[in-house]
């Protein structure tokens, strides 16, 4: 009886990690910038199959079994729309400002978020976003975020955009009840420090080690967005990562 109540309880926590023992198929676009590919290879590492997109595939030199590269652009919804058609998870870690109209609506994180929105909104059974967010973002006091803190006279005026279009597309994102986003925000500091896997995760406010710092591996960031990619824990919200 006892084996069969062991057996039983084993069944339920299997049941209750959902497709994590099984391959998921990951889409993600920024595949070749600096938090993309640490998320290809943690996605591999950890037995995904990964479709890495990017306007120039030829880039990409890395070949692996699990691993599809394909051309693709975020503001081609036909591209788009056949890339992520079919997949469990899309995960959007890009930067860029589209023309010079200085408005937040130009970055191409706001465009993206926007378009990905409108075509999975679309689909049955569509895959869950995972956005890579900006630090600007976060709550460093309640009601204020930490863009609001930042020296805007030292900003370029691309980042400037890009941190305005980062809040943009969570105020975008919380209007959205028809698409599993989660809007996974990085710390001030992203750095390129070892693989961890101990870090903390919060949620709108930024999170401070006992030495004030705000910061978190790349590497350590990669495995926050695939253990969300797996277990789904916080859809539609904003978490942060951070040591
Ligand atoms: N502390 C912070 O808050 C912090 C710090 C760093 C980064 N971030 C965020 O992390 C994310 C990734 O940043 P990163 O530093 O890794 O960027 P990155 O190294 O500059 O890479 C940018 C990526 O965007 C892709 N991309 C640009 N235009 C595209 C388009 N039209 N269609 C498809 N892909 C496009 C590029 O792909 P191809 O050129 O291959 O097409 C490239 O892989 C961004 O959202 C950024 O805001 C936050």
Redesign the pocket.
Known sequence: MRQLIFACVALLLAASVGRADEPLDIVI????????SHVVQEALDRGHRVTA????PE?IQKRHDMLSVVK????DKASVTEIVTGQDVVIL????VIGDSGWPESA??FMAAEMLVDVLFLQDEAPRLLH?G???ALEVEPGVLYAAKLPTILLSKGLEV?ILG?ILALEFYGKVDDVKWTYVT?????TNGPRTGVFRIGGSQALEDDRGRTRVSRADFAVALIDEAEQATHLRQQISVAY
């Open positions: 676009y920024g595949a070749t910038g600096e938090v993309g997109v990017s306007r120039q880039q693709g652009d975020l503001l870690s890009v930067r860029g191409l994180q890579v900006g630090s600007g890009e980062q990085p710390p001030k500091n992203l």
